[in-house]
């Protein structure tokens, strides 16, 4: 049994591979760079994480839809992924949270999916080959030729070069309060987030943690957040090239100049590391799933964490360093992959600043990482205390 009207579909990659289905969401064609995802949970908050935008994600978990969709899951106001690619869609969703299924989710949001695909062949591909330009394309639009629609692939520009977080961030600044997360005094802090993509879990930990939070858009200038007085500025995750990001790098230096606490996460991270002077690079295929095992050099610890990017910041591992723009001091690599020894976290020695590649907010995904949270908090308090 399938879902309903669905239609013959296809996924074609830009080395010419093809592979064929049937519709899943709206009917029609989309492009973008094909990726991968190993969790076998948190579909909802995959789809929803801004950081997914121009790409098409293909689960690596059979079967996807079981627990249908809610209101409450969603990172983002909206789904932001080009395509969805899965093997078996669940034609009925069973869940006491459940209100809607992921297929009409899919519908009401225009989003062109594929299902009934070998998607373990899929990722085994882009595994060996790295992430590739793709196209999805059901009912008419997979009766065209697949010369033409792989040229349609191709033509499509490349994920390297791309500037998003515009794109995605909040239009209007917003306040998230501790009261409204369960946190019963007074706020202790005050933190500016940049919305460069932010899931909406992340907010939600500092303000649990007494902090107002003022989220604002990725377009913010560094007067406009010092006038909102802040303890401490917040960078967050976000999709396309680091490269790009010369603005927010150059507010970032204007932040560290400033000597506020800094927390960056993610696209944050790769800002940080590109301030500090050090280069961005796009891995071969990323790291995207809830089960990236992360070493943490300060305890020795193995933390099991969440994960999606593409790109990572090329710093040396295993040695503090003078920073490349010798004015912010010396800087350590303080977390690493333990898959590929990619670069997952910074931190500067002499300054109440640090970053992580990796995902604390775990929506979804394990715990482990929470209490880099409280380390931001802890910053926070000592630069109270040091005026």
Known sequence: MSLKNTEPAILVLEDGSVFEGRSYGVVGSTLGEAVFTTGMTGYQETLTDPSYARQIVVQTFPHIGNTGV????????????????????????????????????????????????????????????????????????????????LTEVREQPPMAGARLAEAVTTEQAYVVEPAEHGYQQDPQYTVVAVDL?????????????????????????????????????????GPGDPATADSQVQLLRQVLDADLPFFGICFGNQIFGR????????????????????????????????????????????????????????????????????????????RRAFSVQFHPESAAGPHDAHPLFDRFIDNMAAAKSDR
């Open 70 to 149: 809610n209101d409450e899951d969603n990172e983002s106001r909206a789904i932001w992924v080009a395509g969805y690619a899965v093997r078996d869609a669940a034609r009925v969703p069973s869940n006491y949270r459940s209100q809607r299924s992921l297929d009409d989710q899919l519908v009401a949001e225009g989003i062109v999916g594929i299902q009934g695909i070998d998607t373990r062949a899929v990722t085994r591909l882009l595994r060996d080959r790295g992430s590739m330009k793709a196209g999805i394309f059901s009912g008419d639009a997979a009766q065209r030729s697949q010369a033409d629609l």
């Open 197 to 237: 993509g932010i899931k909406a879990a992340t907010p939600r930990h500092l303000a649990s943690r007494g902090v107002r939070v003022h989220v604002v858009p990725a377009t913010t200038t560094f007067d406009e957040i010092q006038a909102l007085n802040p303890d401490g500025v917040f960078l967050s995750n």
């Open 275 to 350: 301030a500090l002077g050090f280069d961005t690079y796009k891995l071969p295929f990323g790291h995207r799933g809830p089960n990236q095992p992360v070493m943490d050099k300060a305890t020795g610890k193995v933390h099991i964490t969440s994960q999606n990017h593409g790109f990572a910041v090329e710093a040396p591992i295993g040695e503090v360093i003078t920073a490349p723009e010798a004015r912010y001091g010396e800087v350590e690599v303080s977390h690493w992959s333990l898959n590929d020894q990619v670069v997952e976290g910074l931190s500067l020695t002499d």
